[in-house]
């Protein structure tokens, strides 16, 4: 049986940032709308199973509702069970569940938190992350049917990930122990007091480390890609210390928020290459986006970019190979 799983975050698009910039709002019911047509595609390319992570808005039951009321539910819907808590750890129990359970491929629907989430429970699945959050640069904006498409191709072929990426990851060490990774950057503040998760303020900010960086991007990671541009198969990654008497650049901090921060002590990070300090005071490290670790006065703090982030999935390339695999003839 051929079986795809969907990670559909209830909460993304909806942190702090909305306040302080013009940023896209998807709401939940496009969600649904989205899984919708993620469904309905990947049943035509044979997939048996859709398996959805439980979360407070239901949207997996939801899908299922609309579909079987509209008579074109082929796909069996399997909703998984567990206790939630609404939090980023109901995303990684859920994907490690899909994993273990042989799913083909892994669409999520969120930002960049919510694929790192999920990064941090799969080792070998392919992943499809369609943005529905803030600032996104490890998901794309892509069509829900596409993406349906796209997940069953890979589910399907003898050699899937031929038509994947294997990204990298930020792995953060403190006193020598792994205490968690970003995909795309970790930025150290000041601000150690915070009411919301998101982290905004570019004025606290003290460091910035990166997998890839570009200047088109939405975020903290467009300041180094300002100054300099990291692709996601570049064998390296990137890192920069915030201080006055910097070079002046101007960067995409958030949706339509244009900001001139000061760069200093530019850095290429090898593949590999531990980048260190030992924190002077307290303060607050946010990965991808959103603050996970505080850190203490002389804590040493290493934070390495490797090859060992999710396999993701090119869309396009995966059905230019279903093409040519002949899935699409009848």
């Not at 480390?209 to 570009?214: I, M, Q, T």
């Amino acid at each position: 049986m051929a079986s795809i799983g969907i990670i559909a975050n209830p909460a993304s698009g909806k942190d702090i940032r909305r306040l302080v910039s013009y940023a896209t709002i998807i709401d939940n019911n496009e969600k649904v709308n989205i899984c919708q047509r993620i469904v309905l595609a990947a049943q035509e390319l044979g997939i048996d199973e859709c398996v959805f992570m439980p979360e407070t808005f239901m949207i997996g039951p939801k899908v299922a509702d609309n579909l079987e009321n509209d008579g074109v539910m082929k796909a069996r819907i399997n909703v998984l069970d567990f206790e939630i808590d609404a939090s980023m750890q109901d995303t990684v129990t859920a994907a490690g569940i899909m994993e273990e359970m042989g799913v083909g491929c892994i669409v999520v629907l969120g930002g960049d938190g919510t694929s790192r989430a999920a990064a941090k429970a799969i080792k070998r699945t392919p992943l499809i992350s369609v943005s529905t959050g803030t600032n996104n640069v490890y998901p794309a904006l892509m069509e829900g049917t596409v993406a349906g498409m796209a997940a069953a191709a890979v589910t399907h072929m003898p050699e899937p990930y031929s038509c994947c990426i294997h990204d990298k990851r930020i792995e953060l060490r403190v006193n020598g122990e792994l205490r968690d990774i970003a995909l795309i950057d970790a930025v150290v503040s000041s601000d150690f007091f915070a009411g919301a998760r998101a982290i905004w303020d570019p004025s606290r900010i003290e460091r910035i480390v990166v997998s890839r960086c570009h200047p088109a991007t939405i975020g903290f990671s467009a300041i180094p890609g300002a100054y300099r541009i990291i692709g996601d198969a570049d064998p390296c990654g990137f890192a920069v210390t915030l201080k006055q008497g910097g070079e002046k650049v101007l960067a995409s901090i958030a949706a339509g928020v244009l900001t001139e921060v000061e760069i200093s002590d530019p850095k290429l990070l090898m593949l590999g290459e531990p980048y260190g300090f030992t924190a002077e005071q307290r303060c607050m490290i946010a990965l991808d986006g959103e603050r996970e670790v505080a850190v203490a006065p002389g804590d040493r703090v290493v934070m390495t970019v490797t090859a060992d982030g999710p396999w993701r999935v090119l869309p396009k390339k995966a059905l230019e190979e279903a093409q040519r695999l002949g899935m699409y003839r009848r």
